[in-house]
């Protein structure tokens, strides 16, 4: 049992919480195998989840379906908190937790509700003003941009945007592509580590190295890659990085993330702000006074980082890109298909994008929902018009080859049928 398990038991009264024993016995049942392609090891993982077998959920991009010991953390709590005892969680298990799940340092994690949250919460807590410029890109989601948007146009700075390469190609030329819409006039660049367009990484350390030698505020939207890649934030470098654990991390909706960097956690403008926000002694711990907040959702997270961590991040992430792997080659097999996605392995991850040449993505979506209650994501942004699907621990090959014969069978016949 992890120290953050033990911790929290007792923190909680133990008898009455069933989850962190849930996850022992998961963390026992994997303790060997687990090999990207070891059914029998990912047919144990499936088994966690409520996941109907009929239904084929492709879109964790959107959101991640929690494990039951996530559900029943968030239980547990509930209904501790309903029978007047005050469970609480222990702030420092859950960063110390998350921290060994995505690197950093434990104390510099804020908890807000989501990645929008947390971009706002940046874009509201630096001093920007008039002949500041912050530069993003066309790949960002409402969620990372709009914060920008609004706090630019608010204090008479501007925003220029960069226009990505589809599919990219290298990772220097998309550092470069990025890097050239930066002026002596940018403050910040905000940026998405994974875009959720077409899934493509993009190089965030060697930017966040460019951004520290111009004396450049980075500020990622990294909704999607912690839970589906192994990151450290340590490493990757950069001033802020914000999450939405409710999706890679399989955590319960509304539970996001933010990293400080070093030198932000004394130094960011809280945009909520209760006892404590000027008492700088905090650190980044200053900003997680938000009032009255749902403890179920931390707990939920702390379970979710528990349950992530007995798989382990490098298993996950060699399964994540295994079933992918299947999913891109197929498609890129059928007649017609026109994949939106890098294909060197370094830019991308678990998630694909393409279209279907005549076949609009939401009808070919509406089909796939239909005919196989299969779950997927237009990207109907900027007018891209793209159909995403994505691949986590729960899925199965048998699932991507099922979906891969009905694209398939469209792309002969068309939707008539
Ligand atoms: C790249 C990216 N950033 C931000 C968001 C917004 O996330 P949330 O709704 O959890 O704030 C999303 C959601 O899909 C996303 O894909």
Same mark, same amino acid.
């Given at each position: /049992? ?191 580590? /994974? ?53 890679? /991390? ?100 678990? /998630? ?66």
């Amino acid at each position: /049992m992890t120290l953050g398990r033990r911790r929290f038991l007792s923190l909680v009264g133990g008898a009455s919480l069933a989850w962190p024993k849930a996850v022992d016995a998961i963390q026992r049942e994997l303790a060997s195998g687990g090999a990207q392609d070891d059914e029998a090891f990912w047919s144990l993982v499936r088994r966690q989840f409520s996941i109907p077998p009929d239904r084929i959920y492709l879109n964790n991009g959107t959101l991640g379906p929690s494990p039951r010991v996530v559900v029943d953390a968030v239980t547990e709590h509930t209904r501790l908190v309903a029978s007047t005892y005050p469970p609480g969680v222990s702030w420092d298990d859950l960063k110390a937790s998350v921290a060994a799940l995505v690197g950093g340092e434990p104390e510099g994690f804020v908890f807000p509700r989501n990645t929008t949250e947390a971009v706002s919460f940046v874009a509201n807590g630096l001093d920007i003003g008039p002949g500041d410029d912050v530069v993003s890109t066309d790949h960002e989601h409402i969620g990372g941009l709009e914060p920008w948007k609004s706090v630019t146009a608010r204090r008479g700075a501007s925003l220029t945007i960069a226009s990505l390469p589809v599919p990219a190609a290298d990772a220097g030329s998309l550092a470069d592509t990025v890097w050239s819409t930066v002026s002596p006039s940018t403050r910040v660049l905000a940026v998405s580590h /994974m875009t959720f367009t077409t899934g493509t990484v993009l190089p965030i350390a060697e930017l966040a190295r460019r951004c520290a030698s111009a004396g450049v505020i980075l500020c990622v939207d990294g909704a999607h890659p912690p839970g589906m890649l192994s990151v450290d934030l340590a490493r990757l470098g950069g001033d802020f990085y914000a999450s939405s654990p409710h999706k890679w /991390m399989l955590a319960p909706q509304g539970t996001g993330l933010l990293y400080l960097s070093e030198r932000w956690r004394e130094a960011l403008w809280p945009t909520l702000a209760s006892g404590g926000w000027d008492d700088r002694s905090l650190g980044a711990h200053r900003l997680n006074h938000m009032g009255t907040i749902d403890e179920s959702r931390p707990a939920g997270l702390l379970a979710a980082s528990e349950f992530l961590q007995a798989i382990g991040a490098e298993r996950i992430e060699a399964r994540t890109r295994y079933l992918r792997g299947l999913l891109e080659n197929g498609l890129r097999s059928i007649p017609g298909v026109d994949v939106t996605s890098p294909e060197a392995e370094g830019l991308k991850g678990a /998630m694909v994008s393409f279209s279907l040449n005549g076949v609009e993505s939401a009808e070919l979506q509406r089909h796939l929902s239909r005919v196989a209650s299969i779950r997927t994501r237009v990207i109907g942004e900027y007018a891209y018009g793209w159909m995403r699907l994505s691949t986590h621990i729960y899925n199965t090959p048998a699932e991507i080859e099922y979906a891969l014969d009905l694209v398939d069978e469209v792309s002969r016949n068309g939707l008539s049928g």
